[in-house]
Nanobody
Framework: QVQLVESGGGLVQAGGSLRLSCAAS????????MGWYRQAPGKQRELVAT???????NCATSVKGRFTISRDNAKNTVYLQMNSLKPEDTAVYYC???????????????WGQGTQVTVSS
């Protein structure tokens, strides 16, 4: 089994910063892409940012220049540094990781439980 545990969410004023962390643990052989998604009330889950095992990143236009994704491969942990937060960034943020549990197993995507980020105006 693989678990993803997120931390770092909370309430912040507009213009403030938060840093989210997500650690993958359990039966892990390797971790490929890791990423962050978010879901606001009444909206579909959307991509925020992803990062490959080699460090290549991709992020949504809405957060470009404000959010930075990074990872520590030795700790199977991904981070999301969020600066210049806006009320429209308010959502539940979910961590995702593509994990291989053995060298002969296919990659499976796992999700964290989500962490609430609320930005007040």
């Amino acid at each position: 089994q693989v678990q993803l545990v997120e931390s770092g969410g909370g309430l912040v004023q507009a213009g403030g910063s938060l840093r989210l962390s997500c650690a993958a643990s359990g039966s892990i052989f390797s971790v490929d892409n890791m990423g962050w998604y978010r879901q606001a009330p009444g909206k579909q889950r959307e991509l925020v940012a992803t990062i490959s095992s080699g460090g290549a990143t991709n992020c949504a236009t809405s957060v470009k220049g404000r959010f930075t994704i990074s990872r520590d491969n030795a700790k199977n942990t991904v981070y999301l540094q969020m600066n210049s937060l806006k009320p429209e960034d308010t959502a539940v943020y979910y961590c995702n990781a593509d994990v291989r549990t053995a060298y002969f197993m296919r990659v499976i995507g796992y999700w964290g439980q989500g962490t609430q980020v609320t930005v007040s105006s």
